[in-house]
T-cell receptor, first 112, second 113 residues
Framework: GQQVMQIPQYQHVQEGEDFTTYCNSS?????IQWYKQRPGGHPVFLIQ?????EVKKQKRLTFQFGEAKKNSSLHITATQTTDVGTYFC????????????FGKGTKLSVIP | DAGVTQSPTHLIKTRGQHVTLRCSPI?????VSWYQQVLGQGPQFIFQ???????GRGNFPDRFSARQFPNYSSELNVNALLLGDSALYLC????????????FGPGTRLTVT
């Protein structure tokens, strides 16, 4: 079945440093989504990428979808303590599938 | 507008018992999906319902079942609980049936002892 892998599993950064998490799918994706889960909270939808090579920005966050639509990245510039949480990527299970497969996430800690 | 709501917030059950979890989607959303999240892992897909029909089922045993009501709210039932069923159960709604952006509820924390 489809697998979605994320690296790194954990990342500790000093406040102000940049952070990047990478997502790779075993299959080509029709779209990829990113979610953020704060400690003790629930996943919150951040963004969806649909087009090959697409780049989207949300303030300090930059999201990319690979040309082959099998990989994606999330880059945060100048991290802040409010960025703490686990970032998940998720992709549909394939043509006609309504299943969304999540990666295991990257847990970001920001040291003030 | 209210977000996705789930009840109860927390639940403690004994092995062998059954449990019913409830979810109300965002107003106007017709699709409800259920996920299981164990500590340190991403949400794992259990079911999707759209317009009261099951549209997708993840790799979970038949002890897990769900249904969607005419008002689009949903129930997740788990029978013959095992210790390994202890997890956060998340409900997510979306406007249509396609696996696009999901709006998650706060979840139900189930502990099986």
């Amino acid at each position: 079945g489809q697998q979605v892998m994320q690296i790194p599993q954990y990342q500790h950064v000093q406040e102000g440093e940049d952070f990047t998490t990478y997502c790779n799918s075993s299959t080509t994706l029709s779209n990829i989504q990113w979610y953020k889960q704060r400690p003790g909270g629930h996943p919150v939808f951040l963004i969806q990428l649909v087009k090959s090579g697409e780049v989207k920005k949300q303030k300090r966050l930059t999201f990319q979808f690979g040309e082959a639509k099998k990989n994606s990245s999330l880059h945060i510039t100048a991290t802040q303590t409010t960025d703490v949480g686990t970032y998940f990527c998720a992709g549909p299970g394939g043509a006609g599938s309504y299943q969304l497969t999540f990666g295991k996430g990257t847990k970001l800690s920001v040291i003030p | 507008d209210a977000g996705v709501t789930q009840s109860p917030t927390h639940l403690i059950k004994t092995r062998g018992q059954h449990v019913t979890l409830r979810c109300s989607p965002i107003s106007g959303h017709k699709s409800v999906s259920w996920y299981q999240q164990v500590l340190g892992q991403g949400p794992q897909f259990i079911f999707q319902y759209y317009e009261k029909e099951e549209r997708g089922r993840g790799n979970f045993p038949d002890r897990f079942s769900a249904r969607q009501f005419p008002n689009y709210s949903s129930e997740l039932n788990v029978n013959a609980l095992l210790l390994g069923d202890s997890a956060l159960y998340l409900c997510a709604s979306s406007p249509n049936r396609d696996p696009y952006e999901q709006y998650f509820g706060p979840g139900t924390r189930l502990t099986v002892t």
